[in-house]
């Protein structure tokens, strides 16, 4: 990957090139970000130790294209002369990119739950967190097609789906939180009230991807 290198006065041609490429870039990144997401599923919910340990060089990988990314649409507004809707389109990258660098490190941040949580037994409360994660997940794809498509409902319907990540995270973290009797020690439990936030972190971030993309085609805020 790199950076864009503008000539003084572009032309409006290359400038949309330009835009399309960050544009490219972006879903690049955003694939790293699912492949880190799976593998954090993975670790956590398939006790996969060797997909926890891919985590920290993806996650290096998503970092390359956050500032790499971050510089292009900083190079593009004060090099060139982007319309309204150009402005658009970079602001809403740059503020996107945040969002998936992001999700990346909370995936990070899973992986390294799983392996703290490897010798423990398995928690009943597991099969619920791992629908929690699979709707997360769903919310991450929705966003980046939408951003492909440029599709505003697709980007606003992913509200409905953070709904039902919240209502997960609250009846976890009662469970978790008034759990009584805890036989041994209560590491486990705090490790999965961390998961679980960590879930419904990546699940809000995943949601402002989607009104961002909004931001992109209407230029209303939401």
Do not use: W
């Not at 995270?169 to 469970?175: A, D, F, G, K, S």
């Amino acid at each position: 990957m790199k950076a864009i290198v503008y000539p003084p006065n572009p032309d409006p041609t290359q400038l949309a090139r330009a835009i399309r490429r960050l544009e490219r870039d972006v879903l690049r990144m955003g694939a790293l970000v699912e492949q880190s997401f799976r593998l954090s599923h993975q670790a956590l919910f398939a006790r996969n130790l060797t997909a926890a340990e891919e985590l920290p060089q993806l996650d290096k990988k998503i970092d390359r294209f956050y500032r790499q990314i971050e510089s292009d649409c900083t190079a593009i507004m004060t090099l060139q002369a982007p319309t309204a809707q150009d402005l658009r389109h970079l602001s809403a990258f740059m503020q996107l990119v945040r969002d998936l660098e992001r999700i990346g490190d909370y995936a990070e941040d899973l992986a390294d739950i799983a392996i703290k949580l490897f010798p423990y037994p398995p928690h009943a409360s597991l099969p619920e967190i791992a629908v929690m994660s699979h709707h997360a997940q769903a919310m991450l794809a929705t966003s980046l097609v939408a951003l492909a498509d440029l599709d505003e409902a697709g980007g606003r319907s992913i509200q409905h789906l953070d709904d039902a990540v919240d209502n997960a995270y609250e009846r976890l973290y009662n469970t978790l939180a008034f759990q009584k009797d805890v036989p041994g020690v209560v590491e486990p439990i705090v490790l999965l009230a961390l998961a679980i936030r960590c879930l419904e972190r990546m699940a809000d971030h995943a949601t402002n991807i989607g009104q961002r993309v909004a931001y992109i085609v209407t230029g209303q805020r939401y």
